[in-house]
């Protein structure tokens, strides 16, 4: 059963626009929650997670993401989008111990 | 302080062939992980070693893997035969600790390609 679904395959967004980027989570899982990114020819690097304590959680590069219970999301935003911010966006969740379950990722396109 | 290394960064091979993917994760990490990415296909756990001993195991896909960690360091996954279907890129990654929240720290991926 899938844990995590991220909305949208792909979101392009104008250069300075707001960058959202959405994540679904099954409500039976652990509320930790992570988002990696994958820049291209690169690895995975955490963006941010959620444990316990203040649902909205700042990242590294200006992201942010808030946990929201009652509509079971931690959807990913960015105030103003950079070329450089051009990846692979992949929410997570820690299920049956610490293996990860990713979602299928997000390709987020910056246009100039 | 050096972060998860992989080796190599890219096989090409031909079906039948056996292939050695190897991991060094963060010094002092006892928890060491592999991933696997099948292209189109989201990222999926194989399999959870801490220190020397696999803890989890599941998702390794049939006989034809193989993942050691001997002496609790470095990793070593090996195909053999290789099938086309074992094409993808895989993830190694590791980390400290054991409550389910810490960050596992990825390497750049072994990207494997089966002609």
């Known amino acids: 059963a899938q844990s995590v679904t991220q909305l949208g395959s792909h979101v392009s967004v104008s250069e300075g626009a707001l960058v959202l980027l959405r994540c679904n989570y099954s409500?039976?899982?652990?509320?930790?929650l992570f988002w990696y990114v994958q820049y291209p020819n690169q690895g995975l690097q955490l963006l941010l997670k959620?444990?316990?304590?203040?649902?909205l959680v700042k990242g590294i590069n200006g992201f942010e993401a808030e946990f929201k219970k009652s509509e079971t999301s931690f959807h990913l935003t960015k105030p103003s989008a950079h070329m450089s911010d051009a990846a692979e966006y992949f929410c997570?969740?820690?299920?049956?111990?610490?293996?990860?379950?990713f979602g299928a990722g997000t390709i987020l396109r910056v246009k100039s | 302080e050096a972060g998860v290394t992989q080796f190599p960064s890219h096989s090409v091979i031909e079906k039948g062939q056996t292939v050695t993917l190897r991991c060094d994760p963060i010094?002092?990490?006892?928890?060491l992980y592999w991933y696997r990415r099948v292209m189109g296909k989201e990222i999926k756990f194989l399999l959870h070693f801490v220190k020397e001993s696999k803890q989890d195991e599941s998702g390794m896909p049939n006989n034809r893997f193989l993942a050691e960690r001997t002496g609790g360091t470095y990793s070593t996954l090996k195909v053999q035969p290789a099938e086309l279907e074992d094409s993808g890129v895989y993830f190694c990654?590791?980390?400290?600790?054991?409550?389910?929240?810490?960050?596992?720290?990825f390497g750049p991926g072994t990207r494997l390609l089966v002609l």
């Open positions: 990654a590791s980390s400290q600790g054991s409550g389910g929240y810490e960050t596992q720290y």
């Open positions: 409500s039976s899982v652990p509320p930790y």
């Open positions: 997570a969740v820690p299920r049956g111990g610490n293996k990860l379950v």
């Open positions: 010094s002092g990490h006892d928890n």
């Open positions: 959620y444990t316990t304590g203040a649902t």
